[in-house]
């Protein structure tokens, strides 16, 4: 099978330090953030704009690879599950979505609400979530 080349396109600028200080879900984040986005890649946010809906998705570079069974949400009475079947961080793709609101386009930086990702972690790609 062949290899897979990722690119990333920019990084997160925000207040979440630790990753105990990380909100478990970014429906559960009151953070604010910004994604800086790599001039390179700056035409790609054309037609996203303060308002929108964007589902983020990150490299999470700091997540353990190797650990293929978690407590959900470190909660042991639930039992051990497979990173499948969780939202862990931990798992050997370390590959995070989040839904973000779009505050302000500002060049290559777009201001997000809802941020429950570290400073510095990479972004990997942004989608505009559909208009229905």
Do not use: C
């Amino acid at each position: 099978m062949q290899q897979a080349e990722l690119r990333f396109i920019g990084i997160v600028h925000g207040d979440i330090l630790r990753l105990e200080d990380a909100p478990p879900f970014y429906d559960e984040s009151e953070h604010t953030g910004t994604l800086e986005i790599f001039p390179t890649y700056q035409d790609g946010l054309l037609g996203i704009a303060a308002g929108d809906t964007i589902l983020v998705l990150f490299w999470l570079h700091l997540a353990e690879r190797s650990i293929l069974q978690v407590y959900p949400r470190g909660d042991k009475a639930r039992g051990l599950h497979g990173v499948f079947a969780t939202r862990s961080p931990m798992r050997p793709n370390p590959i995070a979505v989040s839904e973000l609101k779009v505050l302000a386009v500002q060049g290559n930086r777009v201001e997000v609400a809802g941020l429950d990702i570290l400073d510095g972690t990479p972004v990997l790609d942004i989608k505009r979530r559909s208009k229905r």
